[in-house]
C-alpha cells in the first residue's frame, strides 16, 4: 500500500507533450509543482502561486488525515492545472486514501492514466486489491515477467527511496497469496527482497505466514547478505527475524547485543518481540512470558507479540491474566483474529473445549491466514477424543503454512496418541525436516522409538530435545527427564536412570508418578527400604494411585520375606 506519509514518491510520468517529468517528492515544508507556463503574460505568476497554494493545501489535508478535504481540494486543482498529471495522481491517492477504491480505479481508466505510468498502475492495482479483484489486479500489473508492468522501467538505485518494482511485486504476491498460489506468493514475495532488501513487508510475509521453510529461511538470509544498503542496522534485524529457530542461543543472543550497543535499538519492542517468539519456539515459556509482558506493559497492543504472550500464558496455566487480556483485546479490537484467539485459549486452558473450538473457528473466519488459531482449532477436538476433526483441522493448516513444521508435529502427536507408530514417525520425520532445531520433534521421536522397543535410540532422541534447550532444567521438560530415565531403566542402567528421576524431581517436586517410579528403580535394584520410602512420598500425594499401593505391598511383602531373627 501506500504510504500516508507526507514524503510520497511520484514516479516517472508522461506529461501531455509526450516528454517524462522529473521524479519528485511531495514534501509538506517544501512543496515543489510543475512549473506552468508563463505565456499567459503578467497573471501567469499568480496563477502559479494559486497552483502551488492548493497543492500545499492538499498535502497538508493529506497529512492530517483529512481525506473529504483532500478530495475536495485535489478535484480543484486538477481543473485550475489542466489536468496535470502530478496532480491528477494526487486526486486519486486522495480517494485511495478516503478507501473509496472504485471511484479511484474509474477517475484513472477514464483519464487513460493506468497506462501512462508505473506509479498509477500500482496505485491502481493496490485499488482493486483493497475491493479484492484480483484477475483485474492481476490484469494491470501483469501475471508474469513476461507481462510485468516494472519491465519496462529502470531499475531504481536511491537506497533512500522504497522501491516502485519492489512495491508492484510486492502487491502481485499478495494477490497470488489470496488466490491460494502459495508457491507464486513466495516467488514475488522473494522477487520483491531481492529488488529492494526495505521491502519489509515482502518479508513478514514470508515468515510471519509460515511459507516458507527453516531451511529456506537460511537461503533467503544469505541472498540478502549479499546486498549492499545504507541501513546497516537492516542486515542484524534481518537475522533475528530468519533465526527464530537457531539451534544456538548465542548467535541471537549476540545479535540483540549488537542491534543495541552498535545501532542503538536498546529496548526496542520489536527486537524483544523476536526473543520472546525464539524463547517461545525453545519452550522457555517463562522467559518468553517475561519478555512479552514487558512488551505488553509497554504497549498493550503489540500485535506481532500478542499470539506468544497469549500461548505463554496458556503454558503458565494463568488464567486471571488470559481472561482480562482476552477482555481488552475483545473491546479494543472485536474484528481482529487474535482477540478471539485469546477468547478461545482462555476457554481452552479452563477446559470447556466446545466454547474454545466456537471461537478458534470464529478467529479463522476472520483471517484464514492466522495459523495459531488453526493449530488450537485442531487441539481442541484432539482433547475431545475426536480424532478425524482434529486430523482435518491439522492438514488444513499444513496446506495453509507448508513452511510451518508445527501442523506436521501434531498430526505425528495425535497418531502417536492413537498408537499409530508408523503415521506418527513419518510426520514427525516430515517435521524435523522442515524445522530440525524444535525440541518438541525429538522428544515425540524419542516416545516412538520407546514405544517400539527402540530403547538406545529413544535414548539419543530425548538426549538431543534436552540439548536444544540450551540444557536449562525447567518443568516443561520434566517429561523428557522422566522418558530418559524410563529409557534407562528398560535398559537394565539404574543409576542413570535414577540420576534422570531426581533431575525430573528438581523441576517437578510434587509429582506422584516420579517418586513412584523413583521407588520403582530402587525395588528392581533390591533395596526395599529406599523403594518403600519412595512409595510411601508418592501415596502421600496421591493416596488413591493404585499401582503406587500395589507396589508398596509388594515391597513389603519382599521385605518380610527377607526379614530373619539375626537382623534384630
Not at 478507501?99 to 506509479?119: C, D, G, P, Q, T
Not at 488453526?374 to 481442541?380: A, E, V, Y
Amino acid at each position: 500500500k501506500l504510504s500516508s506519509s507526507i514524503h510520497i514518491i511520484l514516479g516517472p510520468a508522461m506529461t501531455s507533450s509526450g516528454t517524462e517529468t522529473q521524479r519528485r517528492t511531495l514534501d509538506f515544508k517544501m512543496p515543489i509543482s510543475t512549473p506552468v507556463s508563463t505565456a499567459g503574460g503578467s497573471g501567469a505568476a499568480p496563477e502559479v502561486e494559486q497552483l502551488q497554494k492548493v497543492r500545499h493545501l492538499v498535502e497538508v489535508c493529506i497529512h492530517q488525515h483529512q481525506y473529504d478535504s483532500a478530495v475536495f481540494y485535489a478535484d480543484k486543482l486538477t481543473t485550475l492545472s489542466g489536468g496535470d498529471l502530478d496532480d491528477m495522481f494526487l486526486l486519486a491517492q486522495a480517494y485511495y486514501f478516503k478507501k473509496e477504491y472504485r471511484r479511484a480505479v474509474h477517475f484513472m481508466k477514464e483519464n487513460f492514466l493506468i497506462k501512462s505510468s508505473i506509479r498509477f498502475a500500482l496505485l491502481a492495482a493496490q485499488c482493486l486489491a483493497e475491493m479484492k479483484d484480483w484477475e483485474e489486479c492481476l490484469s494491470v500489473i501483469g501475471e508474469d515477467e513476461k507481462s510485468a508492468v516494472e519491465k519496462f522501467i529502470p531499475v531504481e538505485t536511491d537506497d533512500a527511496e522504497m522501491s516502485t518494482i519492489a512495491s508492484i511485486q510486492l502487491t502481485r504476491g499478495k494477490v497470488y497469496e489470496a488466490l491460494e498460489n502459495r508457491e507464486r506468493a513466495v516467488r514475488w514475495y522473494k522477487a520483491a527482497l531481492s529488488t529492494d532488501r526495505k521491502c519489509f513487508e515482502a518479508l513478514n510475509c514470508l515468515v510471519e505466514k509460515r511459507m516458507i521453510s527453516y531451511e529456506e529461511q537460511r537461503d533467503l538470509l544469505r541472498s540478502l547478505e549479499s546486498k549492499s544498503t545504507d541501513y546497516a542496522w537492516l542486515k542484524p534485524m534481518y537475522q533475528l527475524k530468519l533465526q527464530q529457530h537457531e539451534e544456538k542461543t548465542d548467535s541471537v543472543d549476540s545479535l540483540v547485543k549488537s542491534l543495541a550497543d552498535d545501532h542503538g535499538f536498546k529496548g526496542n519492542l520489536d527486537i524483544l518481540a523476536l526473543q520472546a517468539s525464539q524463547n517461545y519456539w525453545k519452550n522457555r515459556f517463562q522467559r518468553a512470558y517475561d519478555l512479552s509482558k514487558e512488551i505488553v506493559e509497554r504497549d498493550p497492543f503489540h500485535h506481532s507479540v500478542l499470539p506468544i504472550y497469549v500461548c505463554c500464558l496458556v503454558e503458565l496455566r494463568m488464567k486471571t491474566q488470559l481472561f482480562f487480556c482476552a477482555h481488552h483485546l475483545v473491546e479494543a479490537y472485536p474484528s481482529k483474529p487474535i482477540s478471539w484467539f485469546a477468547v478461545a485459549s482462555y476457554y481452552y486452558l479452563v477446559r470447556k473445549y466446545e466454547m474454545a473450538r466456537r471461537f478458534f473457528h470464529k478467529a479463522i473466519q476472520l483471517q484464514q491466514y492466522f495459523a495459531p488459531a488453526w493449530i488450537g482449532f485442531g487441539h481442541s477436538f484432539a482433547m475431545k477424543d475426536e480424532s478425524d476433526q482434529a486430523m482435518a483441522a491439522y492438514r488444513t493448516a499444513t496446506r495453509l503454512f507448508r513452511g510451518s513444521h508445527v501442523p506436521l508435529l501434531c498430526m505425528g502427536i495425535e497418531h502417536l496418541r492413537t498408537n499409530s507408530l508408523g503415521p506418527a514417525r513419518q510426520f514427525l520425520q516430515q517435521a524435523q525436516t522442515i524445522c530440525p532445531t524444535d525440541p518438541l520433534i525429538f522428544h515425540e521421536m524419542g516416545v516412538v522409538a520407546y514405544k517400539s522397543g527402540e530403547y538406545a535410540d529413544a535414548a539419543t532422541y530425548f538426549h538431543k530435545a534436552l540439548s536444544l534447550t540450551a540444557g536449562e532444567a525447567i518443568e516443561s521438560w520434566e517429561p523428557t527427564f522422566v522418558n530418559l530415565a524410563h529409557t534407562y531403566r528398560k535398559r537394565g542402567m539404574f543409576e542413570k536412570a535414577i540420576k534422570y528421576y531426581e533431575k525430573a524431581l528438581s523441576v517437578a517436586p510434587k509429582s506422584p508418578m516420579i517418586y513412584t517410579s523413583l521407588g520403582f528403580t530402587h525395588h528392581l535394584q533390591g533395596e526395599l527400604d529406599a523403594a518403600i520410602q519412595y512409595y510411601h512420598k508418592a501415596l502421600g500425594i496421591h493416596p488413591r494411585d493404585t499401582i503406587t499401593t500395589d507396589l508398596l505391598k509388594l515391597a513389603l511383602k519382599n521385605a518380610m520375606q527377607s526379614f530373619s531373627l539375626d537382623d534384630i
